[in-house]
């Protein structure tokens, strides 16, 4: 494996630098989703301590450009399979997690942005930033490019991993200008409509089911409850769910209490107005959670700056 990580933005103050992230990892079996569709590939950094292939979500922007390996990603109730070149697009406390479709070598850039990070730039310019932010959480996440993009795309991606790692005088300067062309690159696309449609590798009752939750799941108190909506028994119900998403059907629920919860306490609510907000009934339990989850209490996740 190799990690080459570096804050980019030159603007930047303590809160709101830029992360600059390459990686190349590898992926064995106990790493795969025990029950991937078999036509899958036809289909068109981390919270706490959890691996990356756990459902999780931040406080920042995220830009993530998939170049290499077998993969799929869930961006809240939806399931794309990656094609070299794909751009996930998250927004604060959009919850996600990679699914390995086999052993794989898997290759990506990783940028994150807090959400204040171009705070700075003379008024009437967009931020760079509103392509992320500007869209309902769950929608236009993966952002397909041509093939004339894809190749500018990848090779200001590779300038700027080389930048980093160099020791030339003024590298600072030269990636972040090449960051800002990315940046231009990915907002032509958007402009162009190169976003892909809503995934559907899971197989349709799966698919039906993680709708379902992601809609209701602040409501849920059981999973009879669930069951009793598609007709199935309450352990066919968890099997589908565990065998399909490769997480238990409590696991996502939580994940997604957690991250509304997190934009709760941004927002100023207080942890108990989170706790019931979000489809807890117990405040202590609620707390359990929230740090198991996140790596901190919702005490002090609500008092540091998350830039919302």
Request: aromatic share 10%; hydrophobic share 35%.
């Amino acid at each position: 494996m190799f990690k080459i990580s570096k804050n980019i933005n030159i603007f930047g103050g303590e809160h709101d630098e830029i992360l600059f992230t390459h990686i190349l990892s590898e992926h064995n079996d106990g790493d795969i989703c025990p029950d991937t569709p078999a036509d899958a590939e036809n289909v068109s950094a981390e919270a706490g301590e959890q691996p990356i292939s756990a459902f999780h979500s931040h406080d920042f922007c995220e830009l993530l450009v998939y170049i290499k390996g077998d993969v799929g990603y869930i961006v809240e109730d939806t399931y794309h399979i990656m094609k070299r070149g794909d751009m996930l697009l998250l927004r604060p406390n959009e919850i996600h997690k990679v699914v390995f479709l086999r052993p794989t070598q898997y290759e990506r850039f990783v940028i994150n942005f807090p959400v204040s990070c171009f705070d700075n730039m003379r008024g009437g310019i967009t931020s760079p930033l509103e392509f992320v932010m500007d869209r309902k959480s769950g929608e236009r996440n993966i952002l397909r490019p041509s093939d004339d993009t894809l190749a500018e795309l990848t090779q200001q991606l590779y300038d700027i991993s080389a930048l980093v790692t160099s020791s030339r005088q003024g590298w600072e300067l030269a990636a972040y200008s090449r960051l800002i062309r990315l940046l231009d690159i990915i907002g032509c696309g958007i402009r162009e409509n190169f976003f892909i449609g809503r995934g559907n590798a899971l197989p349709p009752l799966p698919d039906k089911i993680l709708t379902y939750v992601n809609e209701h799941y602040s409501d849920i108190t059981t999973a009879e409850s669930i069951a009793r909506v598609f007709g199935i028994s309450p352990s066919y119900l968890s099997r589908i769910f565990k065998k399909s998403m490769d997480i238990t059907l409590n696991q996502y629920i939580q994940a997604k209490r957690i991250a509304r919860a997190k934009t709760l306490l941004s927002s100023g609510s207080s942890v108990a107005q989170a706790c019931f907000g979000c489809g807890f009934n117990d405040c202590s339990h609620f707390i359990t959670v929230f740090k198991k989850l996140v790596g901190t209490t919702p005490y002090k996740y609500k008092a540091a700056p998350h830039n919302m």
